[in-house]
């Protein structure tokens, strides 16, 4: 697991677009997965600009969210693949269809996410998969006590996630859906590069439990340290509690520009 500690968030953006720009130029026809939430939102910014002035390009590419809740209308504005289009996707030049997300509006959800892991599986599996952490530990909506062998499959929300996404629908909780389908932590662990990106003191616990803790359940983000190549992008603020932080800084500092992340 390598860990970048950044000045500030806005900082993260353009050291994760280069990951991309690397990929894309290699592989156009890559496959990402793509995370909602605020986390994300400066790195799509900074893959918009680069689409607009230098060209980058995702036609060739597809992309599969991470999550999606259940039971919202088709054209209900929060539904992450709403989310996904209107921050990301429809400011660049994915094909149409090429971007998908697990179908939350099933008959069957279990059918429903049995056919997601296939799809990913089909399409030759997620390049780069990027990630937010929840100030709890959550990865995707794989909450505490996730199994750590999970398939994407119907969870429900906690509370605390749905008083914080409370804020999307009005401030409303009751509007914020119960459940979800979420890729599984091990759909998660099957990406060939999880990008993991948390910003601000609410994630500095997280961080360090999921970073320098043991593997556990208890914090599910900590899966990540069975990862072959998973990277950590931290604000000051979210490194605040971990104890190697001149390690990772010498490290970062002292790495061959060639390599990337
Ligand atoms: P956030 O959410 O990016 O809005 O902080 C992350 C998460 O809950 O997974």
């Not at 259940?70 to 289009?85: C, K, M, N, S």
């Not at 994407?152 to 008083?163: A, C, F, G, S, V």
Request: net charge negative.
């Amino acid at each position: 697991m390598e860990v970048i500690i950044v000045d500030r968030p806005e900082d993260a953006a353009p050291i994760v677009a280069e990951a991309y720009t690397r990929l894309l130029t290699r592989k156009p026809a890559a496959v990402l997965g793509l995370a909602t939430g605020s986390t994300p939102l400066g790195v799509y910014a900074e893959l918009i600009r680069r689409h607009r002035e230098e060209g980058l390009s995702f036609a060739e590419a597809r992309a599969f969210l991470l999550d999606e809740y259940v039971g919202l209308p088709a054209d209900h504005p929060e539904r992450y693949r709403a989310f996904i289009e209107r921050e990301f996707t429809g400011h660049v030049d994915f094909e149409p269809g090429a971007v998908v997300g697990p179908d939350g509006l099933a008959e069957d959800l279990e059918a429903a996410g049995h056919a997601y892991d296939q799809a990913i599986k089909a399409a030759g599996g997620i390049d780069i998969q990027i990630l937010g952490i929840g100030a709890d530990g959550h990865l995707a909506f794989n909450m505490p006590m996730s199994s750590l062998a999970s398939r994407t499959r119907l969870k429900t929300l906690t509370p605390k996630t749905r008083q914080d996404n409370a804020r999307f629908f009005g401030g409303d909780i009751t509007q914020v859906p119960t459940h979800c389908l979420t890729q599984g932590l091990g759909t998660i662990m099957e990406s060939r590069h999880a990008i993991m990106l948390g910003f601000g003191r609410g994630k500095a616990q997280a961080i360090r439990e999921c970073v320098e803790g043991a593997v556990s359940s208890h914090w599910p983000a900590s899966i990540l340290q069975m990862h072959p190549h998973a990277t950590v992008v931290v604000d000051d603020d979210a490194a605040s509690q971990l104890a190697f932080t001149g390690y990772y800084r010498a490290t970062y500092a002292g790495k061959p520009t060639w390599q990337g992340i």
